[in-house]
T-cell receptor
């Protein structure tokens, strides 16, 4: 149990285009999902917390108009990188926390985004 | 957020036990101690978590100091597949999960 599926695993896009990444909790409901990015040889950096049915909460320094997060259902959250630039190339990772008062979270396999 | 201190890296021989330490002296009384690990080019994987008592699961054991200012993740018999970065993270109920630098564990065949 507790599987989080992230799609796509990797994507290459041209500068100026937008890319959507999906994060699904397959066998549990998640009111809360988290989005991270990770640069090579660095730790994960939390970008935003996504709550089902409400606006995401972004961490300081993360542009909410550039990284659009939608959490439309209890099993799906999406991250859209708008007007992508080469500096947005990174490893994006989502995680989902099961409801019912649990504190642990489960992570997707990550999406490698390359902007050319 | 509670600050954690972990060794940058550790080495262990295959098939031997590994003890990964973590100091979290500023932990709140209601923070759970979580451990995650990240294998190369993958998302993190939940390992174990606890509050006060020691915990065991199929992956590892978690030993929590009586004053809760430190904890140790124990891998009972390391394999090459356990080579990863291990993160110790205090987490309050309902709060976000913030990653530190973790410990890079090398397993020697």
């Amino acid at each position: 149990g507790a599987v989080v599926s992230q799609h796509p695993s990797w994507v290459i896009c041209k500068s100026g285009t937008s890319v959507k990444i999906e994060c699904r909790s397959l066998d549990f409901q998640a009111t809360t999902m988290f989005w991270y990015r990770q640069f090579p040889k660095q730790s994960l950096m939390l970008m935003a917390t996504s709550n089902e049915g409400s606006k995401a909460t972004y961490e300081q320094g993360v542009e909410k108009d550039k990284f659009l997060i939608n959490h439309a259902s209890l099993t799906l959250s999406t991250l859209t990188v708008t007007s992508a630039h080469p500096e947005d190339s990174s490893f994006y990772i989502c995680s989902a926390r099961p409801d019912r008062g649990r504190t642990e979270a489960f992570f997707g396999q990550g999406t490698r985004l390359t902007v050319v | 957020d509670a600050k954690t201190t972990q060794p940058n890296s550790m080495e262990s021989n295959e098939e031997e036990p590994v003890h990964l330490p973590c100091n979290h002296s500023t932990i709140s009384g209601t923070d759970y101690i979580h451990w995650y690990r990240q294998l190369p080019s993958q998302g993190p994987e939940y390992v174990i978590h606890g509050l006060t008592s020691n915990v065991n699961n199929r992956m590892a054991s978690l030993a929590i100091a009586e004053d809760r200012k430190s904890s140790t993740l124990i891998l009972h018999r390391a394999t090459l597949r356990d080579a990863a970065v291990y993160y110790c993270i205090p987490v309050a109920r309902g709060d976000k999960i913030i990653f530190g630098k973790g410990t890079r564990l090398h397993i020697l065949p």
